[in-house]
């Protein structure tokens, strides 16, 4: 059974980092993709960054592209999300997702992490 738990939320103030991690388990994923999605209250969930595993290809959205980097340890199953200058629109839950595929649904999400940014 596969399971992925995010760990490295918190709360800061606008301008600081965090570093979130995912781990995975019950699966490989190095012939996939693996990502960040966010979730503000009331909002839908949004992309936030795909890493291709055989590549290290990598695709932010634009919101955070240039604060944000995603990699990943293959050897350890595990993806980052590296997150600098951060801002009080950055806050929200953040899940951690998965797939064996190149595209399309990912099939597996974690149980999320809290960041909250406060100015």
């Known amino acids: 059974q596969v399971q992925l738990v995010e760990s490295g939320g918190g709360s800061v103030r606008a301008g600081a980092s965090l570093r979130l991690s995912c781990a995975a388990s019950g699966g490989s994923f190095t012939r996939g993709r693996m990502g960040w999605f966010r979730q503000a209250p009331g909002k839908e969930r949004e992309f936030v960054a795909v890493i291709w595993s055989s590549d290290d290809i990598t695709y932010c959205s634009d919101s955070v592209k240039g604060r944000f980097t995603i990699s990943r340890d293959n050897a350890k199953n595990t993806v980052y999300l590296q997150m600098n200058n951060l801002k009080p629109e950055d806050s929200a839950v953040y899940y951690c997702?998965?797939?064996?595929?190149?595209?399309?649904?990912?099939?597996?999400w974690g149980q999320g992490a809290q960041v909250t940014v406060s100015s």
């Open positions: 997702t998965a797939s064996v595929r190149l595209m399309g649904q990912y099939e597996y």
